[in-house]
């Protein structure tokens, strides 16, 4: 593997770098190389080439992106394509790397603009290319406007996937309007046979995951909520149709942006597929000051002959070992506990207290305090926005409770919802402008509660300072950002009409800058980004949070089809996963202890059960399945993931698998939904061991049939199989597989 360094730069969405690490290994391979003679620009990394060029009319158009081709070869020299017929012209035929909307264009464009003047034709032509630390960049211009655009371009050298955005830069001594902004579009291969998958979802339902076979026209997957959404998550893949789970050409991506936006797959008329992916343009419009620019979100993509798994496990990578905060060695995630089901509004010193207590013995090492702490907060219908500690509830402020957390070799954790506000609350009678609103409108209320107006100036040092304060005068080593409504009336009174529509770059831009300040104030603070379960998860909003939360949704076997969709785009170990009461809220579906740990087990474990219910025997139980994931914590939150039989289209039957870096363990988790007419469960072929290597079998929970070998190599555990005893409903078992010393 060549050698690959992660670092941080921050733009205006700070958002983080990856560098090829030719920018400082010189006896290293050049993973971005530029033909100046050929205006070529071409990317080796992994098993993947992306290869683009200047055209005849000095456009920039895509000549090749999948499976690694010599380097000795060029995929093609860049030339205009000749058009489908007058209705089709060239522009429209040639698979743009980055297209301004005019001249005939009626594909999806990457940008559009109006001028002051009522021009909205945009021509843009190459000028001008730099290298430099690993990012190429690529400039742009209009024909005659001194309109230019940067196209910036990153490889992560690890996985093979790429990264760009585009930079728009105004230099016509005019305000102008950007209509739509694109970071980019990726162009597969012509052809007629394409597949997408995409992500879908609502509160409490997130993570479904959906295929389409790619037809003439256009998918639209979207948020016009404000923030990310979990109608549809910010992530695509594409495969041929003869692609598997296993095998066969898989291109996919995510867009990194917490805020509205937009991928859209075009199949257009020549049978060529465009993936293009920004800023949403429903009800957009930036207005761009001379002298200024405009940044579009990072969007991220790769390619892999080796299927949908491998796409997930390159994903999974790459978040691990360049996104996320402290990447290339994230820390583990600590076992939670957090006293949202326990209490609810109806915290207390001496109610927290003993919680922590029996959170302790089962071996947890983080206590979170979850809402109803702070102002007058009784219930869902006041005191957001009023962050000072309750005095009925914490007479002595929180030290007495962190104190008594730190005592039981715990660290401690608060719940947060920094960018919401009650209009019952002192916050909202002393500042009413503060929200998103259209003035003379009426505002609508979600969850009894309003949205402040984080792209205003006033209202992000109020978030700040009191989320400093907060972190200053108490020794909190984690929060839980929630956010639990979407946008409504998103107006801004406080500025000019034709900037009203800036709000949906600034709050998000605003929202990761806070973050970013909070983590270099206070550098041991972890974060969770949560929003009503999974309406806050993106490549945007990784690097500046440690873990997310995926849904509100607890319950442990709708978690199994949950967590499969989380997976194919994002990884188990920044997924939070908690174990909580049965029957639950959910379905009221009763499901024993053991299959509720084990389906939490596959994330990040933490436990939501109100344990001053829980019996002495299920005490016991839980200090064990602890126990046992801290075994194979490492394993579970840092290794391949192998979705062996997936929850989905009916399946009485989930199993998955995760594997060391070294493959020195191996995980194995099985479940049953309902077994029928004495058939046996199915024979398990795990994947991804070391074929050599001796694996000894041992039971976290659960045993296997009577001739399985308690030792053999990893050939036999994959080819040869393990036969797992499981029959009744919803049962539950789970295996390690320990590799001898090397």
């Known amino acids: 593997m060549r050698r690959r360094i992660a670092q941080h730069l921050h733009s205006s969405a700070c958002l983080p770098f990856f560098f090829a690490a030719t920018a400082v290994a010189q006896s290293a391979p050049t993973a971005i190389h530029v033909d100046e003679s050929a ?34 070869d060029h995929a093609a020299s860049a030339k205009e394509s000749l058009g489908a017929a007058a209705f089709d012209a060239p522009l429209n035929t040639t698979p743009q790397e980055f297209v301004g909307w005019g001249g005939g264009l009626y594909v999806e464009p990457d940008l559009k603009i109006t001028f002051p003047d009522g021009n909205r034709d945009l021509d843009l032509r190459y000028v001008s290319n730099n290298l430099r630390d690993g990012v190429l960049s690529v400039r742009m211009k209009d024909i005659s406007l001194p309109v230019t655009v940067t196209l910036e371009y990153k490889v992560d050298e690890e996985t093979g996937i790429v990264a760009r955005r585009a930079i728009v830069e105004n230099h016509t001594g005019k305000p102008f309007v950007v209509e739509s902004a694109s970071s980019g579009t990726w162009n597969l291969p012509r052809g007629a046979d394409y597949v997408v998958r995409y992500l879908s979802g609502r509160w409490a339902g997130e993570w479904t995951v959906n295929e389409q076979k790619i037809q003439p026209g256009k998918t639209i997957l979207e948020s016009r909520r404000g923030t990310t959404g979990a109608q549809n998550n910010p992530w695509f893949s594409i495969r041929t149709q003869e692609a598997t789970e296993d095998e066969g050409d898989v291109w996919f991506g995510g867009l990194a942006w917490s ?22 343009p429903f009800d957009f419009g930036y207005q761009l000051k001379p002298g200024t620019t405009l940044e579009t979100p990072w969007f991220y993509a ?8 491998d796409a997930s496990r390159k994903m999974h990578r790459l ?14 995630r600590p076992v939670l506990y957090n006293s949202w089901e326990a209490t609810e509004f109806k915290v207390n010193e001496a109610g927290q207290m003993a919680l922590t207590e029996k959170a302790a013995s089962l071996g947890v090492e983080r206590f979170v305090m979850d809402d109803g702490w702070f102002g007058a907060r009784n219930n869902d219908h006041a005191g957001l926005g009023d962050w000072t500690v309750n005095p009925q509830k914490f007479p002595h402020g929180l030290k007495p409770l962190i104190d008594k957390v730190h005592s039981l070799n715990m660290d401690f954790g608060l719940w947060v919802e920094p960018e919401m506000v009650n209009p019952d609350s002192d916050l909202y009678r002393k500042h009413p402008d503060w929200v998103l609103n259209f003035e003379g409108r009426p505002r609508t209320e979600g ?26 005068e108490n020794n909190i080593a984690f929060l839980k950002w929630d956010y639990n409504r979407n946008w409504s009336e998103p107006g801004w009174p406080a ?3 034709d900037a009203q529509k800036n709000v949906y770059v600034e709050f998000t831009s605003n929202f990761y800058g806070i973050l970013r300040e909070l983590r270099l104030k206070h550098p041991n603070v972890e974060i969770e980004s949560c929003s009503g379960g999974g309406s806050r998860v993106d490549l945007g909003v990784i690097p500046l949070t440690d873990e997310v939360w995926p849904s509100d949704n607890t319950d442990a076997f709708d978690r199994l089809r949950i967590q499969h969709g989380f997976t194919q785009a994002y990884a188990p170990g920044i997924m939070m996963a908690w174990v909580t009461d049965s029957p639950t809220w959910v379905n009221q579906r009763t499901l024993s202890l053991e299959y509720r740990f084990l389906s939490s087990m596959q994330g990040s474990l933490g436990i939501g059960a109100d344990l001053t219910k829980f019996t002495p025997d299920e005490m016991e139980t839980a200090r064990k399945m602890v126990a046992a994931y ?22 009485e039957v989930s199993v998955t698998e995760s594997v060391a870096p070294d493959k020195h363990q191996a995980v194995l988790f099985s479940f049953l939904h309902s077994s029928t007419e004495l058939y046996p469960f199915p024979r398990i072929h795990l994947r991804g061991l070391d074929p050599e290597r001796t694996y000894t079998l041992r039971s976290i929970y659960g045993k296997v049939s009577n001739d399985t070998p308690t030792s053999a190599s990893g050939s036999y555990w994959m080819h040869k199989g393990i036969d797992v005893n499981l029959r009744g409903d919803f049962q539950a078992a789970a295996f390690v597989l320990q590799g001898e010393s090397r």
Do not use: C
């Open 630 to 651: 801290k075994a194979i914590r490492e394993t579970m939150q840092r290794g391949d993931l192998y979705r062996l039989v997936p929850p989905t289209n009916g399946s």
């Open 302 to 309: 790769g390619h892999t002959s080796h299927g949908l798994g």
């Open 259 to 280: 805020g509205s936006w937009q991928i859209a797959v075009e199949l257009d008329t020549v049978q060529q597929v465009r993936v293009t992916g920004g800023f949403n």
């Open 495 to 497: 500025v000019a009409p």
């Open 319 to 332: 978040e691990l070992h360049s996104l996320l905060p402290h990447a290339p060695q994230p820390k583990l």
């Open 447 to 472: 969850r009894n509660q309003l949205v402040l107006n984080l792209a205003r100036e006033d209202v992000r040092q109020y978030v700040f300072l009191f989320l400093d304060k907060l972190l200053t």
């Open 39 to 72: 205006h070529v620009f071409r990317i080796d990394a992994d098993d993947t080439t992306y290869e683009f060029g200047v055209n005849e009319h000095q456009r920039l158009q895509t000549l090749y992106w999948g499976e690694r081709i010599s380097a000795k």
